[in-house]
């Protein structure tokens, strides 16, 4: 059995088919992370115990012939922003280099509950904080279609375990775009969901008003199990919507025909890379050819999205990060004979330079004096965004953009550059702003052999319809990623 | 760090080319959603949402909660001295 290339489907019936064990599924993913992972370095934490555990109770309901649920089996990587009970958690960080979290992310239960099998954790950039993995308090990740470039970030773990073969799927949190954009450096699928369909219960916050759970897998189908399995309200998260969930995979294979496809002229503009513009080109005319209507149409403030991002998520960041004190968990630093000096020494030591750069911006941009111009400004500014949006979606069902200006980058070729490396996500932090789905799917290869993703956005809660239209341009592309 | 800080800062300032004087800010996205229904428009109905019954819960027992700290005296957390003479 060549594992890399399982899908969940796969992976389940070779478990209920009886070619394989859940248990011999996980012993072979563990001996190819074991010889594949130490190039590319997507793990910061395996966690074997919990693995076999749950590998064990599959085979068990698999030997009494009973029905297996969804995910039963499959072999699955968290990023490492999410807690998982008795297992390390560090959100990237050295602040939280040892911290034990003590219960369970939502998703982590949820998956475990569809018979998913957690393999470990992926590294990121730290606190979701970067769009290269670069920003890791631990150590870089690279991509596993190329060494020398990232992988994207901040979910750049997830996205290289899933391209690599070290799990069948995983999750991510996208906050300006750290699913979709790791999704399409990698060359695999990448969704994130409408804010509020997933529960952020045990995410550790980076910006709570756009930070979105969300999973990455080889297929459309995948992506699309995968949100089954985690979507929904939940008591613990008071931002989750109240809204029937969909039987995504029901519109897997449903047709186009007929569909209206928006195409953002403001995203096809300077800086876009001539050969992201032909692939991302070519798989509209796919989506021409299968029936669907493809329509100009214009996203008037996309220009503002980026500096609106930084000001948001910076604030709501520097917000959250004030709970890590030395106090309750996670680093403290030396011997301070004050309390102010035990803050200062424990965040000095425990952060790393980008976190401390975000902090310092947000809090700024939330202090007296100058809230109204920036803070309140922006948030004003992101309304005019969610509304462009609206207005789009008053003509179209759904909307096609690449989903970077660029292929993968090489490692340090923007880290001195903070400004540069924000401009990564210049495709992906307006739907983060606006609380939109939106999917990454491969839609071609640069003339080096390196992934494209084309990005296609959809309504609030319409994940259905966005899944429709990445299937059947993934059926019409598949030709031209082998 | 400073150059940094400062150029994101001038790329921020950008947003100044929108007259935003009529936009209502939006911090959260479920605020949209009632924007575009038409609901009305106060503050408790806009977050109408979030509320629940206000009924007690099992929390983190006690020396869970206190597993990851760096210093306690196990019953609390450890600091240094807060108010100085």
């Known amino acids: 059995m060549n594992i890399e290339l399982l899908t969940i489907d796969s992976a389940r ?338 952060f790393g330079a980008e976190v401390k750069r975000r902090i310092m911006l947000g809090t700024y941009v939330l202090s007296a004096g100058y809230y109204d111009a920036y803070y309140l400004k922006a948030q004003r500014v992101r309304s005019l965004l969610a509304r462009d949006f609206d207005q789009a979606f008053t003509t179209v069902d759904a909307i096609i953009t690449p989903t970077t200006p660029t292929v993968a980058f090489k490692l340090g070729e923007k880290t001195d550059d903070p400004l540069a490396m924000y401009l990564a996500d210049i495709y992906t932090v307006t739907a983060d702003l606006a609380g939109i789905p939106a999917i990454s799917i491969p839609c071609g290869k640069s003339k080096e052999g390196l992934p494209i993703g084309m990005q296609i956005l959809g309504k609030h809660f319409d994940e259905a319809s966005i899944l429709r239209v990445a299937h059947v341009a993934e059926h019409a592309l598949a030709s031209r990623l082998v | 760090m400073l150059k940094d800080l400062n150029s994101i800062l001038g790329y921020i300032d950008r947003l100044n080319q929108l007259d935003t004087s009529d936009v209502q800010p939006m911090a959260q996205v479920a605020s949209r959603y009632d924007e575009r229904s038409d609901k009305h428009k106060d503050d408790l109905n806009l977050f109408a949402y979030v509320m629940r019954a206000d009924e007690p819960r099992p929390s983190l027992p006690h020396v869970e909660a206190l597993r990851n700290a760096p210093a306690t005296d196990g019953a609390f957390f450890k600091v240094p001295k807060v108010i100085e003479r």
């Open chain 1, 13 to 350: 019936t070779s478990v209920l088919e009886k070619e394989t064990t859940a248990t011999a599924l996980v012993d072979a993913f563990y001996a190819r992370i074991a010889t594949e992972d130490g190039a590319i370095g997507a793990y910061l934490t395996l966690c074997k115990e919990r693995a076999y555990r749950q590998a064990a109770r599959i085979d068990a309901l698999a030997d009494k012939g009973d029905a297996l649920p969804p995910l039963a089996g499959v072999p699955v990587a968290i990023k490492d922003v999410f807690t998982t009970k008795d297992v390390r958690t560090t959100a990237g960080s050295k602040i939280l280099e040892n911290f034990i979290a003590p219960y369970d992310a939502t998703v982590v239960a949820k998956l475990e509950e569809a018979g998913a099998i957690i393999l470990g954790k992926t590294n990121c950039d730290e606190f979701a904080m970067g769009s290269s993995n670069e920003n890791s308090g631990f150590h870089p990740v690279r991509n596993p279609r190329d060494h020398s470039r990232v992988p994207g970030g901040s979910s750049g773990g997830s996205a290289a375990a899933v391209a690599a073969g070290t799990a069948v799927a995983s999750l991510g949190s996208d906050t300006g775009g750290s699913i979709r954009q790791p999704a399409a450096f990698c060359g695999v699928v990448g969704l994130m969901p409408t804010y509020g369909r997933v529960s952020r219960y045990g995410l550790i916050a980076f910006a709570s008003s756009l930070d979105h759970p969300g999973p990455f897998g080889k297929t459309v189908k995948d992506v699309a199990i995968m949100l089954q399995a985690i979507a929904g309200r939940d008591p613990l998260d008071s931002t989750t919507a109240d809204v029937p969930v969909p039987n995504f995979c029901g519109h897997i294979g449903q047709p186009v025909d007929g569909m209206k496809i928006g195409v953002p002229l403001e995203y096809f503009e300077d800086g876009l890379d001539a050969e992201v513009r032909a692939a991302v080109e070519f798989g509209m005319q796919e989506l021409v050819n299968a029936g669907a209507e493809v329509i100009p149409i214009s996203l008037p403030h996309t220009a503002y999205a980026i500096p609106t991002y930084y000001v948001i998520a910076t604030a709501e960041a520097s917000s959250n990060l004030a709970r890590f004190d030395g106090v309750r968990y996670g680093l403290r630093s030396g011997e301070a004979k004050t309390l102010s000096e035990m803050y200062r020494r424990t965040r000095d030591a425990g």
